[in-house]
Protein backbone atom coordinates (compact mmCIF):
# COMPACT_ATOMS: atom_id res chain seq x y z
CA UNK A 1 0.00 0.00 0.00
CA UNK A 2 1.13 3.29 -0.85
CA UNK A 3 0.90 6.68 1.08
CA UNK A 4 -1.99 8.96 -0.18
CA UNK A 5 -0.66 11.40 -3.27
CA UNK A 6 -1.51 14.52 -1.13
CA UNK A 7 0.78 12.90 1.52
CA UNK A 8 4.15 14.40 1.81
CA UNK A 9 6.61 12.47 3.90
CA UNK A 10 8.27 15.60 5.93
CA UNK A 11 5.44 17.25 5.85
CA UNK A 12 4.06 13.73 7.34
CA UNK A 13 6.23 13.74 9.89
CA UNK A 14 6.39 17.22 11.28
CA UNK A 15 2.59 16.47 11.88
CA UNK A 16 3.06 12.98 13.57
CA UNK A 17 5.68 14.63 16.16
CA UNK A 18 3.19 17.34 16.83
CA UNK A 19 0.45 14.43 17.46
CA UNK A 20 3.20 12.87 19.43
CA UNK A 21 3.63 15.90 21.77
CA UNK A 22 -0.08 16.55 22.70
CA UNK A 23 -0.31 12.57 23.32
CA UNK A 24 2.62 12.50 25.45
CA UNK A 25 3.43 15.29 26.84
CA UNK A 26 5.94 17.54 26.41
CA UNK A 27 8.56 16.41 28.94
CA UNK A 28 8.39 12.61 27.75
CA UNK A 29 8.67 14.22 23.77
CA UNK A 30 11.64 15.77 24.49
CA UNK A 31 13.49 12.54 26.09
CA UNK A 32 12.71 10.22 23.73
CA UNK A 33 11.10 11.31 20.89
CA UNK A 34 12.86 14.49 19.84
CA UNK A 35 16.40 12.64 19.24
CA UNK A 36 14.06 11.34 16.17
CA UNK A 37 14.53 11.82 12.54
CA UNK A 38 13.14 10.30 9.92
CA UNK A 39 15.35 8.19 7.28
CA UNK A 40 12.63 7.18 4.61
CA UNK A 41 8.82 7.32 4.49
CA UNK A 42 8.26 4.98 1.77
CA UNK A 43 4.33 2.56 1.29
CA UNK A 44 3.52 2.36 4.49
CA UNK A 45 6.51 1.86 6.26
CA UNK A 46 7.85 4.54 8.24
CA UNK A 47 12.14 4.12 8.97
CA UNK A 48 13.41 6.55 11.78
CA UNK A 49 16.71 6.52 13.00
CA UNK A 50 17.35 7.05 17.20
CA UNK A 51 20.67 7.09 19.23
CA UNK A 52 22.03 3.86 19.70
CA UNK A 53 21.45 4.51 23.37
CA UNK A 54 18.07 4.92 23.56
CA UNK A 55 17.03 2.83 19.75
CA UNK A 56 15.59 -0.31 21.79
CA UNK A 57 13.97 1.65 24.74
CA UNK A 58 12.24 3.34 22.20
CA UNK A 59 10.96 0.96 20.24
CA UNK A 60 9.44 -0.91 22.38
CA UNK A 61 7.95 1.76 24.47
CA UNK A 62 6.96 4.14 22.14
CA UNK A 63 6.45 1.50 18.99
CA UNK A 64 2.18 1.24 19.36
CA UNK A 65 1.81 4.97 19.97
CA UNK A 66 4.71 5.81 16.78
CA UNK A 67 1.99 3.73 14.73
CA UNK A 68 -1.28 5.30 15.87
CA UNK A 69 -0.14 8.71 15.46
CA UNK A 70 0.99 8.14 12.07
CA UNK A 71 -2.77 6.47 10.94
CA UNK A 72 -4.19 9.73 12.35
CA UNK A 73 -1.60 11.69 10.12
CA UNK A 74 -1.78 9.52 7.07
CA UNK A 75 -5.20 7.69 7.48
CA UNK A 76 -3.93 4.49 7.06
CA UNK A 77 -2.15 1.27 8.97
CA UNK A 78 1.79 2.35 8.71
CA UNK A 79 4.24 0.43 10.25
CA UNK A 80 7.24 2.06 12.22
CA UNK A 81 10.56 0.77 12.37
CA UNK A 82 13.03 2.68 14.42
CA UNK A 83 17.32 1.82 13.78
CA UNK A 84 20.30 2.95 15.25
CA UNK A 85 22.24 6.15 13.62
CA UNK A 86 25.16 4.49 11.27
CA UNK A 87 28.40 5.30 12.48
CA UNK A 88 28.00 5.72 16.26
CA UNK A 89 29.31 3.20 18.82
CA UNK A 90 26.89 2.20 21.01
CA UNK A 91 28.75 2.87 24.20
CA UNK A 92 27.65 4.51 27.54
CA UNK A 93 28.97 8.47 27.88
CA UNK A 94 29.36 9.47 31.47
CA UNK A 95 27.32 12.62 31.35
CA UNK A 96 29.49 15.64 33.07
CA UNK A 97 29.36 16.45 36.82
CA UNK A 98 27.41 19.61 37.47
CA UNK A 99 29.42 22.07 39.34
CA UNK A 100 28.32 23.17 42.72
CA UNK A 101 29.24 27.35 41.61
CA UNK A 102 28.19 28.52 44.65
CA UNK A 103 28.43 32.20 45.02
CA UNK A 104 30.57 33.97 47.25
CA UNK A 105 29.07 36.87 47.90
CA UNK A 106 26.03 35.14 48.86
CA UNK A 107 27.28 34.91 52.50
CA UNK A 108 24.95 35.29 55.26
CA UNK A 109 26.92 38.25 56.96
CA UNK A 110 25.70 39.99 53.50
CA UNK A 111 22.23 39.22 53.94
CA UNK A 112 19.99 41.22 55.41
CA UNK A 113 17.71 40.65 57.73
CA UNK A 114 14.25 42.46 58.36
CA UNK A 115 10.79 41.51 59.39
CA UNK A 116 9.77 39.69 55.99
CA UNK A 117 12.92 37.27 56.38
CA UNK A 118 13.64 36.96 59.60
CA UNK A 119 12.68 33.24 59.85
CA UNK A 120 13.49 32.07 56.74
CA UNK A 121 17.43 33.34 57.52
CA UNK A 122 17.50 31.83 61.35
CA UNK A 123 15.83 28.44 59.63
CA UNK A 124 18.71 28.90 57.00
CA UNK A 125 21.50 29.40 59.24
CA UNK A 126 20.15 26.53 61.52
CA UNK A 127 20.90 24.05 59.08
CA UNK A 128 24.00 25.42 57.99
CA UNK A 129 25.51 24.99 61.41
CA UNK A 130 23.50 21.60 61.77
CA UNK A 131 23.21 20.06 58.63
CA UNK A 132 20.23 17.10 59.06
CA UNK A 133 19.44 17.98 62.45
CA UNK A 134 17.46 20.89 62.55
CA UNK A 135 14.88 21.27 59.88
CA UNK A 136 14.42 18.78 57.04
CA UNK A 137 13.80 19.60 54.58
CA UNK A 138 14.19 23.50 54.32
CA UNK A 139 11.12 24.68 52.07
CA UNK A 140 11.86 28.63 51.55
CA UNK A 141 9.47 30.17 49.20
CA UNK A 142 8.54 33.76 47.90
CA UNK A 143 8.53 35.31 44.59
CA UNK A 144 11.45 36.38 42.67
CA UNK A 145 13.79 38.51 43.86
CA UNK A 146 13.70 38.37 47.92
CA UNK A 147 16.52 36.76 48.66
CA UNK A 148 15.85 32.76 48.24
CA UNK A 149 18.85 32.09 46.19
CA UNK A 150 21.07 34.38 48.12
CA UNK A 151 20.49 31.91 51.59
CA UNK A 152 20.66 28.99 49.79
CA UNK A 153 24.09 30.22 48.75
CA UNK A 154 25.07 30.76 51.79
CA UNK A 155 23.99 27.67 53.51
CA UNK A 156 26.54 25.76 50.78
CA UNK A 157 29.40 28.58 51.63
CA UNK A 158 28.48 27.99 55.24
CA UNK A 159 29.08 24.36 55.31
CA UNK A 160 31.52 24.19 52.67
CA UNK A 161 33.64 26.90 55.02
CA UNK A 162 33.26 25.03 58.55
CA UNK A 163 31.56 21.50 57.62
CA UNK A 164 34.70 19.87 57.17
CA UNK A 165 34.35 17.23 55.09
CA UNK A 166 30.76 17.46 54.57
CA UNK A 167 29.99 17.11 50.87
CA UNK A 168 27.69 19.91 49.95
CA UNK A 169 25.70 20.09 46.06
CA UNK A 170 24.01 22.38 44.93
CA UNK A 171 22.09 22.84 41.58
CA UNK A 172 18.75 23.98 40.06
CA UNK A 173 15.75 22.29 38.87
CA UNK A 174 16.27 23.05 35.39
CA UNK A 175 19.79 22.23 35.54
CA UNK A 176 19.02 18.65 37.88
CA UNK A 177 16.50 17.96 34.42
CA UNK A 178 18.93 18.15 31.81
CA UNK A 179 21.58 16.51 33.71
CA UNK A 180 18.91 13.66 34.28
CA UNK A 181 18.13 13.64 30.65
CA UNK A 182 21.66 13.39 29.27
CA UNK A 183 22.36 10.14 32.21
CA UNK A 184 19.15 8.82 30.42
CA UNK A 185 20.45 9.16 26.94
CA UNK A 186 24.29 7.90 27.19
CA UNK A 187 22.71 4.93 30.00
CA UNK A 188 24.50 6.21 33.03
CA UNK A 189 21.98 6.63 35.75
CA UNK A 190 24.21 5.30 38.28
CA UNK A 191 26.76 7.79 38.55
CA UNK A 192 24.05 10.25 38.04
CA UNK A 193 22.86 8.97 41.14
CA UNK A 194 26.12 9.08 43.19
CA UNK A 195 26.39 12.61 41.78
CA UNK A 196 23.11 13.81 44.36
CA UNK A 197 22.69 10.43 46.75
CA UNK A 198 26.16 11.01 48.29
CA UNK A 199 25.79 14.82 49.11
CA UNK A 200 25.70 15.10 52.76
CA UNK A 201 23.48 18.57 51.89
CA UNK A 202 21.72 18.73 48.91
CA UNK A 203 20.24 22.40 47.85
CA UNK A 204 17.80 22.34 45.11
CA UNK A 205 16.55 26.08 43.52
CA UNK A 206 13.64 26.48 41.87
CA UNK A 207 11.63 23.37 42.08
CA UNK A 208 8.73 24.72 40.74
CA UNK A 209 10.56 23.64 37.12
CA UNK A 210 10.33 19.98 38.13
CA UNK A 211 6.38 20.57 36.95
CA UNK A 212 4.62 18.68 33.92
CA UNK A 213 8.53 16.02 34.23
CA UNK A 214 7.03 12.66 34.56
CA UNK A 215 10.34 11.03 34.83
CA UNK A 216 12.51 13.78 36.37
CA UNK A 217 10.10 14.19 39.11
CA UNK A 218 10.12 10.38 39.87
CA UNK A 219 13.79 10.59 40.22
CA UNK A 220 13.91 13.16 41.82
CA UNK A 221 11.11 11.77 44.08
CA UNK A 222 13.81 8.96 44.78
CA UNK A 223 16.56 10.97 45.00
CA UNK A 224 14.67 13.00 48.20
CA UNK A 225 13.98 9.57 49.80
CA UNK A 226 17.22 8.51 49.87
CA UNK A 227 19.15 11.62 51.38
CA UNK A 228 15.94 12.43 53.70
CA UNK A 229 15.70 8.64 54.97
CA UNK A 230 19.36 8.37 55.98
CA UNK A 231 19.20 11.83 57.87
CA UNK A 232 21.02 13.94 55.26
CA UNK A 233 19.99 17.90 54.69
CA UNK A 234 17.73 18.99 52.10
CA UNK A 235 17.14 22.30 51.56
CA UNK A 236 14.55 23.52 48.25
CA UNK A 237 13.88 27.21 46.86
CA UNK A 238 10.54 28.11 45.14
CA UNK A 239 8.50 30.74 43.97
CA UNK A 240 5.24 29.94 45.52
CA UNK A 241 4.14 27.39 48.63
CA UNK A 242 4.15 23.12 48.24
CA UNK A 243 1.07 22.94 48.38
CA UNK A 244 0.42 25.56 44.96
CA UNK A 245 2.88 23.59 43.07
CA UNK A 246 -0.45 21.70 41.54
CA UNK A 247 1.52 20.14 38.58
CA UNK A 248 3.92 18.48 40.78
CA UNK A 249 2.56 14.85 42.35
CA UNK A 250 0.89 15.00 45.69
CA UNK A 251 3.82 12.61 47.26
CA UNK A 252 6.10 15.28 46.60
CA UNK A 253 4.11 17.96 47.62
CA UNK A 254 3.53 15.98 51.00
CA UNK A 255 7.62 15.44 51.38
CA UNK A 256 8.10 19.29 50.79
CA UNK A 257 5.58 20.10 53.85
CA UNK A 258 7.45 17.72 55.74
CA UNK A 259 10.01 20.07 57.51
CA UNK A 260 9.96 23.46 57.74
CA UNK A 261 8.33 25.86 54.94
CA UNK A 262 9.11 29.29 55.36
CA UNK A 263 8.48 32.59 53.49
CA UNK A 264 10.66 35.34 52.78
CA UNK A 265 7.86 38.84 51.98
CA UNK A 266 9.15 42.07 50.27
CA UNK A 267 11.18 44.44 52.49
CA UNK A 268 9.88 47.58 54.79
CA UNK A 269 11.92 50.64 53.89
CA UNK A 270 14.01 50.27 56.90
CA UNK A 271 15.17 47.10 55.53
CA UNK A 272 15.22 48.47 51.71
CA UNK A 273 17.34 51.63 52.92
CA UNK A 274 19.50 48.65 54.89
CA UNK A 275 20.07 46.50 51.91
CA UNK A 276 21.04 49.87 49.78
CA UNK A 277 24.09 50.66 52.26
CA UNK A 278 25.28 47.46 52.22
CA UNK A 279 25.68 47.55 48.78
CA UNK A 280 27.09 50.66 47.96
CA UNK A 281 29.39 49.93 51.00
CA UNK A 282 30.89 46.24 49.59
CA UNK A 283 31.00 48.25 45.87
CA UNK A 284 32.66 51.78 47.29
CA UNK A 285 29.97 54.12 45.50
CA UNK A 286 30.76 57.30 46.45
CA UNK A 287 27.56 58.97 47.94
CA UNK A 288 27.51 62.91 47.54
CA UNK A 289 23.99 62.30 49.89
CA UNK A 290 22.63 59.52 52.07
CA UNK A 291 19.42 60.70 51.47
CA UNK A 292 19.88 59.10 47.66
CA UNK A 293 19.62 55.87 49.26
CA UNK A 294 16.49 56.87 51.05
CA UNK A 295 14.75 58.02 47.99
CA UNK A 296 15.36 55.07 45.80
CA UNK A 297 14.00 52.79 48.70
CA UNK A 298 11.14 55.25 48.64
CA UNK A 299 10.39 54.65 45.04
CA UNK A 300 11.14 50.92 44.35
CA UNK A 301 9.47 48.45 47.33
CA UNK A 302 8.60 44.91 45.20
CA UNK A 303 11.88 43.46 46.06
CA UNK A 304 15.57 43.47 46.33
CA UNK A 305 16.83 42.73 42.76
CA UNK A 306 14.97 45.64 41.53
CA UNK A 307 16.09 47.71 44.35
CA UNK A 308 19.92 46.72 43.82
CA UNK A 309 19.20 47.46 40.00
CA UNK A 310 18.05 50.66 40.34
CA UNK A 311 20.95 51.69 42.67
CA UNK A 312 23.57 50.14 39.90
CA UNK A 313 21.39 52.43 36.99
CA UNK A 314 21.72 55.99 39.15
CA UNK A 315 25.81 54.75 39.65
CA UNK A 316 26.03 54.18 36.27
CA UNK A 317 24.30 57.15 35.11
CA UNK A 318 26.85 59.33 37.35
CA UNK A 319 29.98 57.29 35.58
CA UNK A 320 28.14 58.39 32.19
CA UNK A 321 27.92 61.93 33.17
CA UNK A 322 30.09 62.59 35.79
CA UNK A 323 27.81 63.96 37.97
CA UNK A 324 27.93 63.80 41.52
CA UNK A 325 25.22 61.32 42.92
CA UNK A 326 22.68 63.28 44.60
CA UNK A 327 19.20 63.76 45.11
CA UNK A 328 18.73 65.45 41.53
CA UNK A 329 20.81 62.61 39.66
CA UNK A 330 18.61 59.87 41.41
CA UNK A 331 15.29 62.06 40.99
CA UNK A 332 16.41 62.04 37.06
CA UNK A 333 17.23 58.23 36.96
CA UNK A 334 14.18 57.29 38.93
CA UNK A 335 11.62 59.25 37.11
CA UNK A 336 12.12 57.13 34.02
CA UNK A 337 12.41 53.58 35.51
CA UNK A 338 10.12 54.57 38.55
CA UNK A 339 8.00 57.40 38.34
CA UNK A 340 6.93 58.81 41.31
CA UNK A 341 3.09 57.55 41.97
CA UNK A 342 0.35 60.09 43.71
CA UNK A 343 -0.58 58.90 46.65
CA UNK A 344 -4.10 58.06 47.78
CA UNK A 345 -3.54 58.98 51.25
CA UNK A 346 -2.37 62.00 53.28
CA UNK A 347 -0.51 62.30 56.29
CA UNK A 348 -3.78 64.39 57.53
CA UNK A 349 -5.56 61.61 57.41
CA UNK A 350 -3.22 59.19 59.02
CA UNK A 351 -2.97 61.52 61.49
CA UNK A 352 -6.49 61.87 62.69
CA UNK A 353 -7.11 57.99 61.84
CA UNK A 354 -4.51 57.34 64.53
CA UNK A 355 -5.17 59.73 67.25
CA UNK A 356 -9.06 58.81 66.80
CA UNK A 357 -7.77 55.04 67.82
CA UNK A 358 -5.83 56.06 70.65
CA UNK A 359 -8.00 58.68 71.98
CA UNK A 360 -5.58 61.48 71.54
CA UNK A 361 -6.10 64.68 69.89
CA UNK A 362 -3.75 65.38 66.53
CA UNK A 363 -2.31 68.24 68.20
CA UNK A 364 -0.80 65.58 70.66
CA UNK A 365 0.80 63.38 68.13
CA UNK A 366 2.75 66.73 66.87
CA UNK A 367 3.46 68.19 69.77
CA UNK A 368 7.03 67.74 72.15
CA UNK A 369 5.10 65.90 74.77
CA UNK A 370 7.17 62.35 75.10
CA UNK A 371 4.66 60.86 77.26
CA UNK A 372 4.20 57.00 76.56
CA UNK A 373 0.55 57.42 75.98
CA UNK A 374 1.61 59.98 73.11
CA UNK A 375 5.22 58.29 72.34
CA UNK A 376 4.15 55.18 71.01
CA UNK A 377 0.80 56.52 69.00
CA UNK A 378 3.04 59.09 67.60
CA UNK A 379 5.70 56.83 66.46
CA UNK A 380 2.59 54.42 64.88
CA UNK A 381 1.57 57.34 62.85
CA UNK A 382 5.08 58.17 61.61
CA UNK A 383 5.82 54.86 60.56
CA UNK A 384 2.32 54.40 58.94
CA UNK A 385 2.86 57.54 56.84
CA UNK A 386 6.11 56.04 55.37
CA UNK A 387 4.65 52.78 54.53
CA UNK A 388 0.98 54.14 53.13
CA UNK A 389 2.82 57.13 51.52
CA UNK A 390 5.46 58.12 48.83
CA UNK A 391 6.57 61.48 50.51
CA UNK A 392 9.89 62.00 51.47
CA UNK A 393 11.13 61.37 55.17
CA UNK A 394 11.54 65.27 55.89
CA UNK A 395 7.93 65.88 54.70
CA UNK A 396 6.97 63.57 57.61
CA UNK A 397 8.99 64.87 59.83
CA UNK A 398 7.79 68.15 59.29
CA UNK A 399 4.07 67.31 59.45
CA UNK A 400 4.74 65.71 62.71
CA UNK A 401 6.30 69.19 64.80
CA UNK A 402 9.23 69.88 62.56
CA UNK A 403 11.14 66.37 63.31
CA UNK A 404 14.42 65.56 61.49
CA UNK A 405 14.09 62.39 58.97
CA UNK A 406 16.65 60.89 61.36
CA UNK A 407 14.08 61.11 64.12
CA UNK A 408 11.48 59.59 61.21
CA UNK A 409 13.69 56.54 60.98
CA UNK A 410 14.34 56.07 64.63
CA UNK A 411 10.01 56.16 65.16
CA UNK A 412 10.00 53.50 62.27
CA UNK A 413 12.58 51.20 63.65
CA UNK A 414 11.49 51.12 67.38
CA UNK A 415 7.85 50.23 65.66
CA UNK A 416 9.36 47.40 63.07
CA UNK A 417 11.66 46.16 66.42
CA UNK A 418 8.13 46.21 68.98
CA UNK A 419 6.15 44.11 65.95
CA UNK A 420 8.43 41.65 65.15
CA UNK A 421 8.68 40.06 68.83
CA UNK A 422 5.28 41.33 70.34
CA UNK A 423 2.20 39.87 68.44
CA UNK A 424 -0.04 41.83 70.04
CA UNK A 425 1.10 44.57 69.15
CA UNK A 426 1.92 44.06 65.05
CA UNK A 427 -2.14 42.67 64.94
CA UNK A 428 -2.93 45.78 66.34
CA UNK A 429 -0.69 47.45 63.47
CA UNK A 430 -2.35 45.88 60.91
CA UNK A 431 -5.74 46.32 61.72
CA UNK A 432 -5.09 50.01 62.16
CA UNK A 433 -3.41 49.82 58.66
CA UNK A 434 -6.62 48.28 57.56
CA UNK A 435 -8.95 50.83 58.53
CA UNK A 436 -7.12 53.20 57.05
CA UNK A 437 -6.33 51.80 53.87
CA UNK A 438 -10.45 50.57 54.01
CA UNK A 439 -11.45 54.68 54.25
CA UNK A 440 -10.03 55.08 51.14
CA UNK A 441 -11.34 52.55 49.53
CA UNK A 442 -15.17 53.22 48.52
CA UNK A 443 -15.49 50.18 46.76
CA UNK A 444 -15.13 48.22 49.72
CA UNK A 445 -16.21 49.77 52.68
Do not use: W
Given at each position: MELPEHVEPVSAWRAIRAELRRALGDSTYEIWIAPLEVKAFEGAMLLLTAPPATRAWTAKRFGRILESAAKAV????????????????????????????????YSFEQFIIGDGNRLAHAASLAVAELPGQAYNPLFLHAPPGLGKT?????????????????????????????HFIRALG??????????????DVLLIDDVQFLASKARTEEEFFHTFNALYE?????????????????????????????????????????????????????DGIPLADQSVLEAIAARVTDNVRSLEGALIRVV????LTGRPIDLVLAATVLDT???????????GKIQAAVAEHYDLAVSELVSANRAARIAWPRQVAIYLSRELTTVPLQTIGDAFG????????HACKRVSDRIACDQEAGTELEELKAEISCSEDDRTC
Open positions: VGMDVQVAVEGTPGQAQQSIVPPEPLNSLNPRHLLHAIGNYVTAFGGTTRVRYTTAEAFTNSRSLEPFKRTYRDASGRQLVLTCDRLPSSLVSIEERLRERFEAGLVADLRPPDFHTRVAILRKRALLAYHSMYPQRPSALSIGRNHATVL
